[in-house]
């Protein structure tokens, strides 16, 4: 809820109605390991928590899934904040082309980083492989990076149902129970993660 600009951005807009795609079709051989996903399973649990049951959860690939939400629902702002890996990067092009096309406004807003990879490039256009010198071009010359988001004071949950499933139908968690020892020493959900007061 805190320091997430899609959510902030998509809330001033009007009513949200907040969901989770897992897209292990996307992602191929990158998709979550089991541990990731025990992880992930509480997060989300945590997280729904905080949007007072609001979330809705979906799985399959997100390329055909999220249009046709849009296009079924009439939805006509989609946020979402941008992940980097190279697989996610050309997978978040489709969707907005698709998108753009059923006439819906898609954005994707920096949540994760202080700078994107390409606002601190060397002066060829290519990444740093070292980190002092590309602190030091960050530091004099990239953007100040943005200040955190509060949490939105006023938003409001659209309780329209999208027709998901539900967080156990995600099968996050593994069928042969070995995760309970990792559980117990994890702090998972929001407040574990940051300073919220």
């Not at 939400?69 to 979402?80: D, M, R």
């Not at 990239?142 to 995600?170: E, I, M, N, W, Y």
């Amino acid at each position: 809820m805190h320091d997430n600009p899609a959510l902030s951005t998509a809330a001033r807009a009007g009513a949200v109605i907040p969901i989770f795609i897992l897209d292990d079709v996307s992602a191929g051989e990158m998709a979550r390991g089991a541990a990731s996903r025990v992880w992930l399973h509480h997060s989300l649990a945590a997280l729904d928590a905080s949007l007072g049951g609001s979330l809705q959860y979906f799985a399959g690939d997100a390329r055909d899934l999220l249009p046709r939400l849009v296009a079924e629902h009439g939805v006509e702002e989609i946020h979402w904040n941008r992940c980097y890996e190279p697989w996610r990067r050309e997978r978040d092009v489709v969707i907005k082309s698709r998108l753009k096309e059923l006439g819906a406004d898609a954005y994707s807003h920096n949540g994760a980083l202080l700078w994107e990879p390409w606002e601190v490039l060397k002066t060829d256009g290519t990444p740093y492989q070292v980190f002092t010198p590309f602190y030091r071009r960050a530091r004099a010359q990239a953007p100040v990076p943005r200040k955190p988001v509060p949490a939105p004071r006023d938003c409001v949950f659209h309780g329209k149902d999208f027709g998901g499933c539900s967080l156990a139908d995600l099968a996050l968690l593994p069928p042969v129970r070995w995760d309970h020892a990792c559980v117990n020493t994890w702090t998972i959900g929001e407040a574990a993660a940051c300073c919220v007061r």
